[in-house]
């Protein structure tokens, strides 16, 4: 069975700072028009920075469209004058104050595939030389360090809640499994 449907019009609804939100005229498969909600996002980096110890660099911040504090691993949204290795060399050193040494893909994450066009880049590194935290203008965290046990645990004890954390922990664990 044909899954793909087919945009017949878009109309913009709304140009914010980080998102762009549109909706679609589509065509299905049988010929049906339908509607099709879309918010559009430049994507993000997510990175696990491991210390010599061990252990993972990880930020808590409060997230306003959760109205709480969440502990996630550094990550950023994607800026346009960059490469996507770019944007995560810069927020790495941005929310830790550390630079990484070599950034290893572990592939992608779609946090909402049923409206939202947004694509997360999922990277490893160690812990290189410290460069200085240079923070964005709007953003305040805390930097904490733990244990990739500790932080599976805090995903299963709904500690940890954020979607891109937990995928980007689930790889880890599973690269470390798969290599011993």
């Known amino acids: 069975m044909e899954l793909k449907e087919k945009c017949i019009a878009s109309h913009r609804k709304y140009d914010g700072l980080v998102v762009k939100i549109r909706v679609d005229d589509v065509e299905m498969p049988d010929g049906r028009m ?22 993972f660099f990880m930020v808590e911040q409060f997230r306003y469209g959760q109205q709480k504090v969440l502990l996630e691993f550094p990550a950023g949204t994607i800026e346009p004058d960059g490469s996507i ?3 995560a060399e810069r927020e790495t050193r941005e929310e830790t104050g550390y630079e990484g040494t070599v950034f290893e893909d572990l592939g992608t994450f779609v946090p909402t595939g049923g409206y939202g066009q947004e694509v997360d880049y999922l990277f490893y590194t160690k812990k290189g030389k410290y460069a200085g935290q240079h923070l964005d203008s709007d953003e305040n965290l805390n930097v904490y360090k733990y244990t990739l046990d500790e932080i599976i645990d805090k995903i299963m004890n709904n500690e940890i809640i954020d979607g891109k954390t937990a995928m980007l922990a689930f790889k880890l664990w599973e690269r470390k499994r798969r290599n011993g």
């Open 85 to 87: 290795l770019e944007n």
């Open 34 to 55: 339908t509607k099709r909600e879309v918010v559009e996002h430049p994507g993000g980096v997510v990175i696990a920075m491991e210390d010599e110890d061990g252990t």
